[in-house]
T-cell receptor, first 113, second 113 residues
Framework: GDSVTQMEGPVTLSEEAFLTINCTYTATGYPSLFWYVQYPGEGLQLLLK?????DKGSNKGFEATYRKETTSFHLEKGSVQVSDSAVYFCALSLNQAGTALIFGKGTTLSVSS | EAGVAQSPRYKIIEKRQSVAFWCNPISGHATLYWYQQILGQGPKLLIQ????????DSQLPKDRFSAERLKGVDSTLKIQPAKLEDSAVYLC???????????FGEGSWLTVV
């Protein structure tokens, strides 16, 4: 079935370090791909998205490129901040009527100063 | 613009008791979702509504869970009787229509003891 696999966490980094969180997917058809972020005590927020192969989503210094050949959508940021500490979820949508988001298990990022 | 509103934020009940959660989606959003997020896992879709009709409830444990969206706006999710494994965050989300960006509420945290 359709699924999303994320790297296991937690990921612990120092401020200004480079971040990569790996995400791969399995899907029938051509999904849209998303990264959602959940800050402590808050709801899920859309961070970025890409709707077709080779698209790059970007927001708040985060980037992810839709790679159809490797079925991946890795999240990257060049210099993380303490305020980036959160749980990050990779998700896909099959873009068909009646289908909703399918999420990975989430990766916890902890950034220290 | 107001976001997705959920209540109550926190609920503790004993097993075999019942509980109900309420959701008010963003104004004008036709599609409404209920997700269950167990600690350490990604959100899992329970039910999806399009206006007041059910689009997908294939993962809803119908022997104990029920949901309705009678007038195509607010929605309630009920659990009766609750089990220990129902302890989770129940997330409501909405989108303008299928295929549009999905916005999440802050969630209702349920603990079953």
């Amino acid at each position: 079935g359709d699924s999303v696999t994320q790297m296991e966490g937690p990921v612990t980094l120092s401020e200004e370090a480079f971040l990569t969180i790996n995400c791969t997917y399995t899907a029938t058809g051509y999904p849209s791909l998303f990264w959602y972020v959940q800050y402590p005590g808050e709801g899920l927020q859309l961070l970025l998205k890409a709707t077709k192969a080779d698209d790059k989503g970007s927001n708040k210094g985060f980037e992810a490129t839709y790679r159809k050949e490797t079925t991946s959508f890795h999240l990257e940021k060049g210099s993380v901040q303490v305020s980036d500490s959160a749980v990050y979820f990779c998700a896909l949508s099959l873009n068909q009527a009646g289908t909703a988001l399918i999420f990975g298990k989430g990766t916890t990022l902890s950034v220290s100063s | 613009e107001a976001g997705v509103a959920q209540s109550p934020r926190y609920k503790i009940i004993e097993k075999r008791q019942s509980v109900a959660f309420w959701c008010n989606p963003i104004s004008g959003h036709a599609t409404l979702y209920w997700y269950q997020q167990i600690l350490g896992q990604g959100p899992k879709l329970l039910i999806q509504f399009q206006n007041n009709g059910v689009v997908d409830d294939s993962q809803l444990p119908k022997d104990r869970f029920s949901a309705e969206r009678l007038k195509g706006v607010d929605s309630t999710l009920k659990i009766q009787p609750a089990k220990l494994e129902d302890s989770a965050v129940y997330l409501c989300a909405s989108s303008l229509d299928v295929g549009n960006t999905i916005y999440f509420g802050e969630g209702s945290w349920l603990t079953v003891v």
